[in-house]
């Protein structure tokens, strides 16, 4: 099954590795044992180490839009 719930993390400063972290827990914790696929935009901070190492011990497949894409 496809969802195309929107789940959200606000904060009123610079988004950073930080916050996408937080937004993977969230994800996670919403959709555990099912199989979790992220489309994010070509930005630096969820492309860091961090944001990487936190989706694989969440499970979660992050995919990347190409830069100048239509879909952003």
């Given amino acids: ?3 195309k719930k929107v789940t959200t993390v606000t904060n009123d400063a610079y988004t950073a590795a930080t916050e ?3 937004l993977l827990r969230k994800i996670a914790s919403e959709y555990g044992g099912k199989e979790i696929h992220l489309a994010l935009d070509d930005a630096r901070y969820p ?3 961090i944001v990487k190492e936190r989706a694989a011990k969440l ?12 879909l952003t």
């Fill in 47 to 49: 492309k860091c180490a």
């Fill in 20 to 22: 996408v972290c937080g």
């Fill in 1 to 3: 099954m496809v969802s």
């Fill in 59 to 70: 499970s979660i497949s992050l995919e990347y839009i190409p830069p100048y894409s239509p």
